[in-house]
Nanobody
């Protein structure tokens, strides 16, 4: 089992920044990839960003490229999501996810390909 705990969400004004953290524990050595998804009220959960623990590859949704940066601290088994230039449409619950992997092509962007999920952290952007 892998446990994921997100933190760092909050209320921020448009144009501001946040850094979300996702601390992984348990059988973390068995995970292949980590990702961030988000879900706004009344909408489906959508992919935000992801990486593989074993490579330098990162993946981003087109809607967040240039504003969001995913990173990791391998020693701490922690993933981060730096969010800059926040917009009201970024308001959502942000979820961390882990995949046992491996991941191929479009799998990176599919919530169903991830095996473990955190409880989510709320990000609210005021205009």
């Amino acid at each position: 089992q892998v446990q994921l705990v997100e933190s760092g969400g909050g209320l921020v004004q448009a144009g501001g920044s946040l850094r979300l953290s996702c601390a992984a524990s348990g059988r973390t050595f068995s995970t292949y990839a980590m990702a961030w998804f988000r879900q706004a009220p009344g909408k489906e959960r959508e992919f935000v960003a992801a990486f593989s623990w074993s490579t330098s590859n990162t993946y981003y949704a087109d809607s967040v490229k240039g504003r969001f940066t995913i990173s990791r601290d391998n020693a701490k088994n922690t993933a981060y999501l730096q969010i800059n230039s926040l917009k009201p449409e970024d308001t959502a619950v942000y979820y961390c996810a882990a995949a046992l992997g491996p991941m191929y092509g479009m799998w990176w962007y599919a919530a169903g390909k991830y095996d473990y999920w955190g409880q989510g952290t709320q990000v609210t952007v005021s205009s």
